[in-house]
């Protein structure tokens, strides 16, 4: 028995240090939150899900309507607060999620409560009205969608995700990309120099290298900070501004609720990252 429990204890030991070691090799510490932004009430009459940027403006969506701000956090128009078209509202979808902007078209994922064959539909940028166009697919969830350089486009299901969809901009589905690490709960995506960045509950942000279409694999993680339901995230430099090159949306409050009913924007920077 004394040979066992040391036996015992050794395992213990290595699994203690095999742990250590990976969470010290995947854990950013690079990653500083820089600033915060209080969000006008106006998009806000629900909850956030999703936010994507052209370059000149944010753009915000709750689960059924989209607007936007300039970059100086200011709404402007125009507004879409019927953005669901009547086609797919008819069906009972009814969930908007994190969205991506490529050349002046809005992509958009869409659920429905039985989370079933949701949607991939866009919208132009200028206008925010629905270009008329939308695909059904076989994922179950379809919290974000993400756009590479290479004009794929990228999605999940929600919990547990083993894999991305991967989609070309016509909204055919193209293939599956395998992943290394489970990961839960994902709200939102966006590529930053060639690497998949996914934001989940509980306040972290999972980093993956998609580059091998055979094996998505983790390259990193790190901690928000972020205590409300995570949502969409944006990438786009505001170093200028001291607002970092991250923007990260947070969700409904969690009870008892802030002292107001707006939401906020996180910005966060990485002095390793150009």
């Not at 990438?235 to 707006?262: A, C, M, T, W, Y």
Request: with cysteine; hydrophobic share 35%.
């Amino acid at each position: 028995r004394p040979a066992c429990s040391s036996m015992k204890l050794a395992r213990l030991l290595f699994v203690f240090c095999f742990v250590v070691t990976v969470f010290c090799q995947y854990n950013d510490t690079n990653w500083k939150l820089v600033g915060t932004t209080e969000l006008s009430f106006l998009p806000w009459i629900t909850s956030t899900e999703g936010i994507a940027n052209d370059g000149d403006s944010f753009f915000y969506n709750s689960r059924n309507f989209i607007t936007r701000t300039s970059l100086s956090f200011d709404v402007i128009p125009p507004h879409n607060f019927i953005a669901i078209p009547d086609i797919l509202s008819s069906q009972s979808y009814d969930h908007l999620g994190d969205g991506v902007i490529s050349n002046g078209i809005l992509y958009q994922g869409l659920e429905k409560p039985s989370y079933e064959n949701c949607t991939l539909l866009t919208y132009n940028a200028t206008t925010l009205e629905w270009t008329g166009k939308y695909k059904f697919t076989s994922q179950l969830h379809m919290p974000w969608v993400a756009i590479d350089e290479s004009g794929h486009l990228y999605s999940s299901d929600w919990s547990p995700v083993d894999k991305f969809y991967v989609y070309d901009l016509d909204l055919n589905f193209l293939y599956f990309i395998p992943l290394d690490t489970t990961i839960k709960d994902p709200q939102g995506g966006g590529f930053y120099e060639e690497l998949l960045y996914i934001s989940c509950n509980g306040g972290y942000v999972y980093v993956f290298d998609v580059s091998n279409i055979h094996n998505g694999t983790l390259v990193s993680y790190f901690y928000t900070g972020i205590t409300e339901e995570m949502e969409g995230l944006t990438f786009l430099d505001l170093r200028e501004d001291n607002l970092g090159i991250l923007h990260i949306l947070d969700g409904e409050s969690v009870l008892p609720l802030n002292k107001d009913l707006n939401h906020y924007l996180y910005h966060y920077d990485n002095v390793n990252l150009s």
